[in-house]
């Protein structure tokens, strides 16, 4: 559920960009502790590839990544949500999924993700997110 607490299952996050990684850690207190990937790339002129994926250590009862690409906004200064989708999975310990999108030039994309996993009732949640890339005119 949204704004619901979670806790600190994902041990490692890793935002990927085109060309500079960028990696920050946290702890957990469960033995379900894994990774969470998300990136952006240029896949053309007009296209970005987009990818986000979550890897628990363990097989866990649930698995989510839910994708968000936004553009940003020069007027309002803010990112604008243009795309999102989920992908879930049960009784495993990796998910991923990907997309390519085509976007408008000239402006700046980024993707953030929300990575979530349950295990035995007990359901935690962590998010990663990408600096913007830009799609020149």
């Not at 957990?28 to 502790?33: C, E, I, P, Q």
């Not at 020069?74 to 999108?101: G, L, P």
């Not at 979530?116 to 990663?128: I, N």
Request: glycine share 8%; hydrophobic share 40%.
């Amino acid at each position: 559920a949204a704004g619901a607490f979670w806790g600190g299952l994902i041990a490692v996050v890793c935002v990927m960009l085109l060309v500079k990684a960028t990696r920050s850690r946290s702890t957990s207190t469960y033995v379900l502790a894994g990774i969470v990937i998300n990136a952006i790339s240029k896949a053309g002129t007009k296209r970005i590839y987009t990818y986000g994926a979550t890897t628990a250590n363990h097989t866990v009862d649930y698995l989510a990544v839910l994708v968000y690409v936004d553009r940003y906004n020069e007027e309002t200064e803010r990112w604008d949500q243009i795309d999102a989708w989920a992908k879930t999975d049960n009784n495993d310990y990796f998910i991923c999924t990907s997309k390519s999108i085509t976007v408008d030039r000239g402006y700046y994309y980024r993707v953030h993700a929300d990575h979530l996993v349950e295990k035995d009732g007990v359901g935690e949640e962590t998010y990663s997110y990408t600096d913007g890339i830009l799609v020149p005119k």
